[in-house]
């Protein structure tokens, strides 16, 4: 009774063992009364053991590998050797965020593999096999794409897997076996609802939020808008623009900085950064002053403070996101049986020149 958790799973890994060496096969049913646990419990053991080489699933139980159960597998795995990190994007955002899971990595003797999908891939699985079967991945930090039909598939497979994974910016997801998702989040409601304070501070009344397509983050960023400016005491406003991008962000954005004038907005939050710096090229060149005619935040903070002015920007906290990734990975490893933690991070604020008090737009 005085064992840990992490003993008791050690434990009941080594009873398997035996099983298996003894009689070549083991039944979940009779796992279960043998050591009275749950056959979820005993499915997910299976799942990681068959990971790890130690046996191979079968309908309703398990059977030792071909030659045997290698003496070299007879532990359970406790550490992790190499890491594979799949984000949609591997230039904006992310790299910080693999900065962070590369920092634990490195100081756990892990190493890391990187691949980049997009927000447009359908199905990441294929890529998520290539990187298990060909580079002997044996854990995941991974932000799937959440647009797709195939989005819950993807986070069935990781299961499916039985290797230790974590959903990096993503809201962990119930599969059909009842096991939720480990995660780690930026709280981008409390970034949003964080700027439209400091408009209000600043003593905006009449304030906007400007974002592109629908996103994950963005999802969040307008989640927290609204109360945030209704907890702030301010009159808020939505916008649609173009990504920057495009040909047609010019004419979006033109479209938006009349409505500005004409609904009195005198202070903004834009998302992301290069929408923000463009936007302002925009109100610059219309003969405005930022903060002068009107304030402006941007969210991400990855190129924000290259602005002239600099911008006010919501940073999320990206390098210890990735840090906080591997680390549930290390926890997972140690006690297979705790319950599913997600970790939530709170953005920061770096009040730069593009923020004062209102003016007027004329």
Same mark, same amino acid.
């Given at each position: 009774m005085n064992e840990s958790i992490a003993q008791l799973a050690a434990s009941r890994?080594?009873?398997?063992?035996?099983?298996? %060496?003894?009689?070549?096969? +083991?039944?979940?049913?009779? !796992?279960?009364?043998?050591?009275?646990?749950?056959? $979820?419990?005993?499915? &997910?053991d299976l799942q990681q053991m068959e990971a790890q080489g130690l046996l191979v699933r079968v309908h309703g139980g398990a059977v030792a590998p071909e030659g045997g159960i290698p003496p070299s597998l007879e532990q359970p795995r406790t550490t992790i050797q190499s890491v594979g990190v799949l984000v949609p994007s591997l230039s904006y955002y992310w790299p910080s965020v693999l900065a962070g899971v590369e920092e634990?990595? *490195?100081?756990?003797? /892990?190493? $890391?593999?990187?691949?980049?999908?997009?927000?447009?891939?359908?199905?990441?699985?294929? =890529?998520?096999?290539?990187? =298990?079967?060909?580079?002997? +991945?044996d854990a995941f930090v991974v932000a799937p794409n959440t647009n797709t039909p195939h989005a819950g598939d993807v986070v069935e497979w990781l299961y499916d897997t039985g290797l230790p994974f974590v959903l990096a910016e993503r809201d962990a997801v119930m599969p059909t076996d009842?096991?939720? /998702?480990? %995660?780690?989040?930026?709280?981008?409601?409390?970034?949003? /609802?964080? @700027?439209?304070?400091?408009? @209000?501070?600043?003593?905006?009344? &009449?304030?906007? !939020?400007?974002?592109?397509?629908?996103?994950?983050?963005?999802?969040?960023? =307008?989640?927290?808008?609204?109360p945030g400016c209704?907890? @702030?005491? $301010?009159?808020?406003?939505?916008?649609?623009? @173009?990504?920057?991008?495009?040909?047609?962000?010019?004419?979006?954005? /033109?479209? =938006?900085?009349d409505r500005l004038r004409d609904d009195g907005v005198t202070g903004l939050l834009v998302h992301a950064d290069p929408e923000a710096l463009a936007f302002v090229d925009l109100v610059l060149a219309r003969g405005l002053s930022v903060p002068g005619d009107l304030s402006v935040i941007a969210y991400d903070d990855e190129t924000a403070h290259l602005g002239s002015p600099a911008l006010t920007a919501i940073r999320p906290p990206r390098a210890e996101l990735g840090r906080a990734a591997f680390d549930l990975l290390l926890g997972r490893l140690a006690d297979p049986d705790r319950a599913a933690h997600r +970790?939530?991070?709170?953005? %920061?604020? *770096?009040?730069?020149?593009?923020?004062?008090?209102?003016? &007027?737009?004329?």
């Open positions: 890994r080594q009873a398997i063992l035996r099983t298996l %060496s003894e009689h070549g096969s +083991v039944r979940i049913a009779s !796992l279960a009364d043998e050591l009275g646990v749950t056959p $979820v419990t005993l499915r &997910r634990r990595a *490195n100081a756990h003797g /892990a190493r $890391v593999l990187l691949r980049g999908a997009s927000y447009e891939l359908q199905d990441e699985r294929p =890529v998520l096999e290539r990187m =298990v079967n060909r580079d002997g +991945v009842g096991m939720p /998702a480990e %995660s780690v989040t930026t709280d981008h409601a409390l970034g949003a /609802a964080m @700027a439209a304070h400091h408009l @209000a501070e600043l003593g905006h009344r &009449r304030v906007g !939020l400007i974002r592109t397509e629908d996103s994950p983050t963005s999802r969040k960023i =307008v989640a927290g808008w609204g209704e907890s @702030a005491g $301010v009159a808020s406003h939505q916008y649609l623009v @173009a990504d920057h991008r495009t040909p047609s962000f010019i004419e979006s954005a /033109a479209g =938006v900085l +970790v939530t991070l709170s953005p %920061s604020i *770096n009040r730069r020149a593009s923020t004062a008090a209102p003016g &007027r737009m004329s």
